[in-house]
């Protein structure tokens, strides 16, 4: 069993930066893909970051690529996703999940956290 949990959401005006952190406890967690999502109100939850089992590969959707990075270190069993150059576009809970290697479905996930709420002012 996989259980996970994400810390370090706030209110961050827009330009600014933001590191949210998922911590699994389950011994599993290296064998593991894990990906970021966010949902905002009255939308879907989309696909924002994967990185691999190892961190060797990552993946980024095209609304934060070049501002965001993600992370992990298997020794702590955290994933981090390092957010700057923030737009309140990018206002949402964010989830982190663990999955296969570099999927970017949201079906494809079969653990999720709790989210944490990423709030950007104008």
């Known amino acids: 069993q996989l259980q996970l949990v994400e810390s370090g959401g706030a209110l961050v005006q827009a330009g600014g930066s933001l590191r949210v952190s998922c911590t699994g406890s389950?011994?599993?967690?290296?064998?593991?893909?894990m990906g970021w999502f966010r949902q905002a109100p009255g939308k879907e939850r989309e696909f924002v970051s994967v990185i691999s089992r190892t961190g060797v590969m990552t993946d980024y959707a095209d609304s934060v690529k070049g501002r965001f990075t993600i992370s992990r270190e298997n020794d702590k069993n955290t994933v981090y996703l390092q957010m700057n150059s923030l737009k309140p576009e990018d206002t949402a809970v964010y989830y982190c999940?663990?999955?296969?290697?570099?999927?970017?479905?949201?079906?494809?996930?079969?653990?999720w956290g709790q989210g944490t709420q990423v709030t950007v002012s104008s």
């Open positions: 999940a663990a999955g296969p290697q570099m999927a970017t479905m949201k079906e494809e996930y079969g653990y």
């Open positions: 389950g011994r599993a967690f290296r064998t593991y893909g």
